[in-house]
């Protein structure tokens, strides 16, 4: 009994068996199936994943606010400035403005923190000046005196006048510029400046090496160029910003005035008091460089008067240095 | 004897030592104390003054970066800056000496007590002492309003000043007032500093020859000189009382050293004469040989007929 109660049990199982194989057939079929199609998924899905997955190789950066922040690798991109951006504004000018500068030479001492100023700023060498101080006298009889001289700016620049690639311009606010991107050094303004504004980089300029791929500012002619020329720019990227001149600010004499004409106004860098340009230059005699050669400056000097403190002859300890 | 001769030697190093290195300052300016309380916002705007007037020479505070000048200016946590008082840091701001400039033309009174603010606090023993006398600024009259006007027939700009004094607006009278005209890089004055009369009032002859924008606008700025008294009282007035100016663009003319879209028309002429002229001869001559050949060509065939 027990037998065929097995044996029934049997048969039954064995017909549940046959039953089932064939639909266990399908059902193992799609089970597979459907656990293929999804391993399969998942990998290629995987694959997607890594393939799309970031590279989480991270790099230090100082952002512009002074923070260390870290960045993936691969989401840093490169970005250029518009520098052409950069060349439109520094071709036009300021507009509505003509800017002056008074030198006051009664009270030059030949601080040289004008010098310094400004080589900082356009990164140049010691030797190379975008103003020279003068040793200045008259006659014999009369007493020396230092008269800084940067460049003139001209309303007629002759330097202008005889660039053969347009590559120095004169702006609406007056400033003689030049575009080192466009120079190719042929040195023809340095012949035709009547006031030896211009000097020329014969030699690799100084941090060329730290410059490197900065974006060229035409206000500023940084990164400075090996085989072009450079001069001042009466810091037009400041004036841009309302600031006056580096040289002007630095002044600890109170030499240089600096201003607009059309405000008829200038502005003393080292007090910070505001003048009448026409009343300055009446009641002190103001006056410009060679007036004769017909170059029309835009910078004007006071004469020597009333210097209440004493020369002191720095030529001899030069050449002791030299 | 020797100790006599010591004795004067050491006198005279000392007084030598004196005259080059201190800086002396008038007792009444070394009591000034400052009319309002030091705190984090004073810190803070004072920090941002130092950062742009100051650090240039003095460097960043406690790290010694100071720059080399003579006399050295010294650190603003060194304890030689910090045995000054607040009225002798105030004094030697607006002074200067040479090579320090003075300040009294870039920064208000305000804006010194503030930038002192952030001196002090690198100093942790210090506690100020408040001006008790004036209290906190506007003792003399609060809530200043100046209004700035002009009176035609008379050429002269008027400033009227009130303020709240005893709880009632009332005009603020002998005070003094300044008037300036905004350019480009500063503050130009205008006539001179004048006291208040006992409406309020005060009158200021206006240069006929200013030069304004293009309509002939002027921007004013009135000031109250005295700081601690008022507080910062200041208004800013456009008024077309200037010249109208306009002066075109310096590279708007036809000149040899602009650009090419603006050469001087006689330069244009001649070039264009000139080119003109060569090339008309080289067509005559090409003509002319073209003539001389045909001329050749028929004398040819004369010949053959």
Same mark, same amino acid.
């Given at each position: 009994?027990?037998?065929?109660?097995?044996?029934?049990?049997?048969?039954?199982?064995? +017909?549940?068996?046959?039953?089932?194989?064939?639909?266990?057939?399908?059902?193992?079929?799609?089970?597979?199936?459907?656990?293929?199609?999804?391993?399969?998924?998942? !990998?290629?899905?995987?694959?997607?994943?890594?393939?799309?997955?970031?590279?989480?190789?991270?790099?230090?950066?100082?952002?512009?606010?002074? =923070?260390?922040?870290?960045?993936?690798?691969?989401?840093?991109?490169?970005?250029?400035?518009?520098?052409?951006?950069?060349?439109?504004?520094?071709?036009?000018?300021?507009?509505?403005?003509?800017?002056?500068?008074?030198?006051?030479?009664?009270?030059?001492?030949?601080?040289?923190?004008?010098?310094?100023?400004?080589?900082?700023?356009?990164?140049? =060498?010691?030797? +190379?000046?975008? !103003?020279?101080?003068?040793?200045?006298?008259?006659?014999?009889?009369?007493?020396?005196?230092?008269?800084?001289?940067?460049?003139?700016?001209?309303?007629?620049?002759?330097?202008?006048?005889?660039?053969?690639?347009?590559?120095?311009?004169?702006?609406?606010?007056?400033?003689?510029?030049?575009?080192?991107?466009?120079?190719?050094?042929?040195?023809?303004?340095?012949?035709?400046?009547?006031?030896?504004?211009?000097?020329?980089?014969?030699?690799?300029?100084?941090?060329?090496?730290?410059?490197?791929?900065?974006?060229?500012?035409?206000?500023?002619?940084?990164?400075?160029?090996?085989?072009?020329?450079?001069?001042?720019?009466?810091?037009?990227?400041?004036?841009?910003?309302?600031?006056?001149?580096?040289?002007?600010?630095?002044?600890?004499?109170?030499?240089?005035?600096?201003?607009?004409?059309?405000?008829?106004?200038?502005?003393?860098?080292?007090?910070?008091?505001?003048?009448?340009?026409?009343?300055?230059? =009446?009641?002190?005699?103001?006056?410009?460089?060679?007036?004769?050669?017909?170059?029309?400056?835009?910078?004007?000097?006071?004469?020597?008067?009333?210097?209440?403190?004493?020369?002191?002859?720095?030529?001899?300890?030069?050449? +002791?240095?030299? | 004897?020797?100790?006599?001769?010591?004795?004067?030697?050491?006198?005279?190093?000392?007084?030598?030592?004196?005259?080059?290195?201190?800086?002396?300052?008038?007792?009444?300016? *070394?009591?000034?104390?400052?009319?309002?309380?030091?705190?984090?916002?004073?810190?803070?705007?004072?920090?941002?003054?130092?950062?742009?007037?100051?650090?240039?020479?003095?460097?960043?505070? *406690?790290?010694?970066?100071? %720059?080399?000048?003579?006399?050295?200016?010294?650190?603003?946590?060194?304890?030689?800056?910090?045995?000054?008082?607040?009225?002798?840091?105030?004094?030697?701001?607006?002074?200067?000496?040479?090579?320090?400039?003075?300040?009294?033309? %870039?920064?208000?009174?305000?804006?010194?007590?503030?930038?002192?603010?952030? &001196?002090?606090?690198?100093?942790?023993?210090? &506690?100020?002492?408040?001006?008790?006398?004036?209290?906190?600024?506007?003792?003399?009259?609060?809530?200043?309003?100046?209004?700035?006007?002009?009176?035609?027939?008379?050429?002269?700009?008027?400033?009227? %000043?009130?303020?709240?004094?005893?709880?009632?607006?009332?005009?603020?009278? *002998?005070?003094?007032?300044?008037?300036?005209?905004?350019?480009?890089?500063?503050?130009?004055?205008?006539?001179?500093?004048?006291?208040?009369?006992?409406?309020?009032?005060?009158?200021?002859?206006?240069?006929?020859?200013?030069?304004?924008?293009?309509?002939?606008?002027?921007?004013?700025?009135?000031?109250?000189?005295?700081?601690?008294?008022? *507080?910062?009282?200041?208004?800013?007035?456009?008024?077309?009382?200037?010249?109208?100016?306009?002066?075109?663009?310096?590279?708007?003319?036809?000149?040899?050293?602009? &650009?090419?879209?603006?050469?001087?028309?006689?330069?244009?002429?001649?070039?264009?004469?000139?080119?003109?002229?060569?090339?008309?001869?080289?067509?005559?001559?090409?003509?002319?040989?073209?003539?001389?050949?045909?001329?050749?060509?028929?004398?040819?065939?004369?010949?053959?007929?």
């Amino acid at each position: 009994m027990s037998n065929n109660n097995n044996s029934t049990d049997d048969r039954i199982n064995s +017909e549940g068996e046959d039953k089932n194989s064939r639909r266990a057939f399908f059902k193992n079929f799609g089970l597979i199936g459907a656990v293929a199609a999804a391993g399969g998924a998942a !990998i290629y899905s995987g694959y997607k994943y890594e393939e799309s997955k970031p590279n989480h190789d991270m790099v230090k950066v100082l952002t512009a606010d002074n =923070r260390l922040v870290e960045v993936p690798r691969d989401q840093i991109k490169d970005i250029k400035l518009d520098t052409s951006e950069l060349q439109r504004k520094g071709r036009e000018g300021l507009k509505g403005h003509r800017f002056v500068m008074v030198i006051d030479l009664s009270k030059c001492r030949n601080a040289r923190k004008c010098i310094s100023a400004c080589q900082g700023a356009h990164h140049l =060498r010691p030797y +190379e000046y975008h !103003i020279n101080t003068l040793v200045m006298q008259e006659s014999p009889e009369t007493a020396p005196y230092y008269m800084p001289k940067p460049c003139q700016h001209c309303d007629n620049p002759p330097c202008v006048a005889v660039c053969p690639v347009n590559a120095t311009f004169k702006r609406q606010d007056g400033i003689v510029l030049i575009d080192n991107e466009r120079c190719i050094g042929c040195r023809f303004c340095i012949a035709a400046c009547p006031y030896s504004a211009r000097l020329f980089h014969w030699e690799e300029p100084l941090m060329s090496e730290a410059d490197k791929g900065k974006p060229y500012n035409i206000e500023l002619n940084v990164p400075q160029k090996k085989g072009t020329v450079t001069k001042c720019l009466f810091s037009s990227d400041r004036l841009r910003e309302g600031k006056l001149p580096y040289c002007v600010s630095a002044c600890p004499n109170g030499v240089y005035y600096f201003g607009d004409e059309n405000q008829d106004a200038v502005t003393n860098g080292t007090t910070k008091e505001t003048y009448r340009l026409s009343e300055l230059l =009446r009641v002190n005699g103001g006056y410009h460089l060679m007036p004769e050669l017909g170059t029309k400056p835009r910078v004007f000097y006071l004469p020597p008067k009333n210097r209440l403190f004493e020369f002191k002859d720095t030529r001899d300890q030069d050449k +002791e240095k030299i | 004897m020797i100790k006599k001769y010591l004795f004067l030697v050491l006198i005279v190093l000392i007084s030598f030592h004196l005259s080059a290195q201190e800086w002396v300052v008038p007792a009444e300016e *070394g009591v000034k104390l400052s009319p309002f309380a030091f705190n984090d916002s004073t810190r803070k705007v004072g920090a941002d003054l130092y950062n742009t007037n100051c650090k240039s020479c003095h460097g960043d505070p *406690g790290k010694n970066n100071v %720059i080399n000048l003579v006399p050295p200016p010294p650190d603003v946590a060194s304890v030689k800056m910090q045995t000054n008082s607040d009225g002798a840091l105030h004094f030697k701001l607006v002074q200067g000496r040479a090579p320090m400039p003075s300040f009294k033309n %870039i920064l208000s009174s305000t804006d010194i007590w503030r930038v002192i603010s952030f &001196v002090r606090s690198f100093n942790d023993k210090y &506690v100020q002492v408040i001006d008790t006398k004036k209290g906190m600024a506007g003792t003399a009259a609060s809530n200043v309003k100046i209004q700035v006007a002009w009176v035609k027939e008379q050429n002269q700009v008027q400033m009227v %000043i009130s303020g709240m004094k005893e709880n009632k607006i009332q005009p603020v009278s *002998g005070a003094e007032v300044k008037l300036f005209a905004k350019r480009y890089f500063g503050n130009l004055l205008i006539d001179e500093a004048r006291n208040t009369d006992a409406q309020g009032k005060a009158l200021f002859n206006f240069p006929k020859d200013l030069p304004g924008d293009s309509a002939g606008f002027v921007q004013l700025i009135a000031k109250l000189s005295d700081e601690a008294a008022y *507080g910062e009282a200041k208004a800013d007035t456009t008024l077309a009382i200037g010249v109208p100016t306009y002066r075109p663009p310096l590279n708007e003319q036809r000149a040899m050293w602009n &650009v090419v879209q603006k050469t001087p028309i006689w330069l244009l002429l001649a070039y264009t004469f000139t080119v003109l002229v060569v090339w008309g001869f080289i067509f005559y001559v090409l003509l002319q040989i073209r003539a001389i050949y045909k001329a050749g060509l028929r004398k040819d065939h004369e010949t053959t007929d």
